[in-house]
């Protein structure tokens, strides 16, 4: 298994121009997140999914969409990229009946930076 | 709101001897609780869990954390440290959903930097 895979790894973006970032798993995993992680800040949850069709917003959603047409993609969207998106950013999946109990399995990150 | 806090930014321990990397956390209700690291330039990846039952949990590469609900804490230990576990290390908090539902993923701490000096 590939596990969690993340495309680009590095990506350099004009203040408002789009992009989206990629994430598959071929875990079969129901459970998907998208996390930030800023310098000495930890990990925020962007947005989440629970399965194909289903989505909903973690702690820091504004300036992002996500989509989950299958169970093993789950892309997230920049719209009118800003500075205060420069970020690493993670997905991870989980394979739990409870997304709230289960291990997470990280993806190798995205490093985005918006100048 | 769930909170976890690691007080610690950076702990240096020499190689051999024990190591501690504190958390303690804040949740309305039951804690779910873990410990991930993170080497540079890669994603986290899990180490250990607590969900319920014995309040020593044991985890991968011979690291272990104890539960302890009167201090709200989830302090991750190792017997001897070794070179190769400096890394970040990441502590997280989730609980049972609340009545109507709740936004789910885990709340991270700040990190905190091991290093294991030869």
């Known amino acids: 298994n590939a596990g969690v895979t993340q495309t680009p790894k590095f990506r350099i973006l004009k203040i408002g121009q789009s992009m989206t970032l990629q994430c598959a798993q071929d875990m079969n995993h129901n459970y998907m997140y998208w996390y930030r992680q800023d310098p000495g800040m930890g990990l925020k949850l962007i947005y989440y999914?629970?399965?194909?069709?289903?989505?909903d917003k973690g702690e820091v959603p504004n300036g992002y969409n996500v989509s989950r047409s299958t169970t093993e993609d789950f892309p997230l969207r920049l719209e009118l990229a800003a500075p205060s998106q420069t970020s690493v950013y993670f997905c991870?999946?989980?394979?739990?009946?409870?997304?709230?109990?289960?291990?997470?399995?990280f993806g190798p990150g995205t490093r985005l930076t918006v100048t | 709101a769930q909170s976890v806090a690691q007080p610690e930014d950076q702990v240096n321990v020499a190689e051999g001897n024990p190591l501690t990397v504190k958390c303690t956390y804040s949740v309305s209700g039951n804690p779910y609780l873990f410990w991930y690291v993170q080497y540079p330039n890669r994603g986290l990846q899990f180490l250990l869990k607590y969900i319920t039952g014995d309040n020593l949990v044991k985890g991968s590469y011979g690291f272990e954390a104890e539960f302890n609900k009167s201090q709200t804490s989830f302090h991750l230990k190792k017997p001897s440290a070794l070179v190769s576990d400096s890394a970040l290390y990441f502590c997280a908090v989730s609980s049972p959903p609340p009545p109507g539902g709740g936004a789910d993923g885990l709340t991270f701490g700040k990190g905190t930097h091991l290093i294991i000096q030869p």
């Open positions: 999914s629970v399965g194909a069709g289903i989505t």
């Open positions: 991870a999946s989980s394979y739990s009946t409870s997304g709230r109990e289960g291990e997470q399995y």
